[in-house]
């Protein structure tokens, strides 16, 4: 896919120069780190043989979008599997609505009925002759864990491209940490990379620390078991679930505020889901910790269609 820029921020915080690598403005389906772990799923799904797209997530869901998008110009079906939030309630978005629009069947289910719903949909589709895929393997969510992983895996490798050509070197990388794709992509790159000096910080923006650090730690190992490399120590995964502020899709007045000055200091667009909750708890962690002198980059990794779902949060 193509390069995106490094964007310094105009206004961040006294003492940091902070950077942002602009994923939302990857030139398909309003970018962002999902349109990249799309296209990789659909490219292990062409080299396993298998021709019917099934995917997961709610109805925020970046990943959903790009799947059902992609699949539109490509032809033959998508599914989405669509859970309920915790809360039991079902909203509408953007990202929902121009699922539909890109001809994606919906399957709409309860967060404990995702591996009975998977199993029907597999079922079904298996019964109109074709050869299913599920993104996360079987009905469980086990297996594909490598596949994700290699998008952000090659982001590394061109931020340090970019790092060569800005003539300087990211003592931080932060960004929104949910189902763990991205981060894990990172971290792999930066092993391998051999950047020690190096610390890669995910703003939980669903799960606890604990639960995340295993979702990461398994998502590593199976790509570098299949990578085929020998890893001397795991590598350092730090994640931080201050800033969850009661589960995924929750925010705060901060958080507000700093979607506001965002947009109108540096014309950032930031979501209250994802990015905003994000740097939101990046600059946080740096002011409490009273980190100067540094560089730091956030990985903006989109969703853009909330930003304009949430846009009555510039006011």
């Known amino acids: 896919?193509?390069?995106?820029?490094?964007?310094?921020?105009?206004?961040?915080?006294?003492?940091?120069?902070?950077?942002?690598?602009?994923?939302?403005?990857?030139?398909?389906?309003?970018?962002?780190?999902?349109?990249?772990?799309?296209?990789?799923?659909?490219?292990?799904?062409?080299?396993?043989?298998?021709?019917?797209?099934?995917?997961?997530?709610?109805?925020?869901?970046?990943?959903?979008?790009?799947?059902?998008?992609?699949?539109?110009?490509?032809?033959?079906?998508?599914?989405?599997?669509?859970?309920?939030?915790?809360d039991g309630k079902?909203?509408?978005?953007?990202?929902?609505?121009?699922?539909?629009?890109?001809?994606?069947?919906?399957?709409?289910?309860?967060?404990?009925?995702?591996?009975?719903?998977?199993?029907?949909?597999?079922?079904?589709?298996?019964?109109?002759?074709?050869?299913?895929?599920?993104?996360?393997?079987d009905k469980y969510g086990n297996g594909n864990e490598a596949v994700p992983v290699r998008a952000y895996f090659k982001v590394y490798s061109e931020i340090m491209e970019q790092e060569k050509q800005l003539g300087i070197q990211f003592d931080y990388i932060f960004l929104a940490t949910g189902t763990g794709m991205t981060q894990s992509g990172l971290l792999a790159g930066k092993e391998i990379a051999g950047r020690d000096n190096q610390k890669i910080v995910g703003i939980s923006?669903?799960?606890?620390?604990?639960?995340?650090?295993?979702?990461?730690?398994?998502?590593?190992?199976?790509?570098?078991?299949?990578?085929?490399?020998?890893?001397?120590?795991?590598?350092?995964?730090?994640i931080l679930d201050e800033y969850l502020f009661g589960g995924y899709g929750k925010y705060t007045d901060g958080i507000k505020k700093t979607i506001r000055s965002m947009f109108v200091y540096n014309g950032i667009p930031l979501d209250p889901t994802y990015t905003g909750k994000g740097f939101y708890g990046m600059t946080e962690y740096l002011k409490m910790n009273d980190i100067k002198d540094v560089?730091?980059?956030?990985?903006?990794?989109?969703?853009?269609?909330?930003?304009?779902d949430n846009i009555n949060l510039l006011k």
């Not at 620390?209 to 590598?235: A, G």
């Not at 560089?295 to 304009?308: A, D, E, M, N, S």
């Open 90 to 137: 079902r909203i509408l978005t953007n990202n929902s609505f121009m699922v539909h629009a890109c001809g994606a069947y919906f399957h709409e289910c309860s967060k404990q009925g995702v591996a009975e719903t998977v199993e029907k949909v597999m079922q079904e589709c298996e019964k109109d002759g074709m050869i299913p895929y599920y993104i996360y393997g």
């Open 205 to 238: 923006v669903a799960r606890k620390t604990d639960e995340e650090i295993d979702v990461i730690q398994k998502y590593l190992d199976i790509f570098f078991e299949e990578k085929q490399i020998l890893v001397k120590k795991n590598p350092e995964i730090c």
């Open 1 to 86: 896919m193509e390069i995106t820029p490094i964007m310094k921020c105009m206004i961040g915080i006294e003492g940091l120069d902070i950077y942002i690598k602009r994923d939302d403005l990857l030139p398909f389906s309003f970018g962002g780190n999902k349109a990249r772990i799309a296209h990789e799923f659909y490219a292990d799904m062409d080299n396993r043989g298998k021709n019917c797209m099934i995917g997961y997530g709610n109805a925020r869901s970046n990943l959903s979008r790009a799947l059902a998008n992609i699949n539109s110009y490509r032809g033959g079906d998508c599914h989405i599997i669509s859970p309920a939030d915790d």
């Open 295 to 308: 560089k730091v980059l956030f990985i903006h990794t989109g969703g853009i269609p909330l930003f304009f």
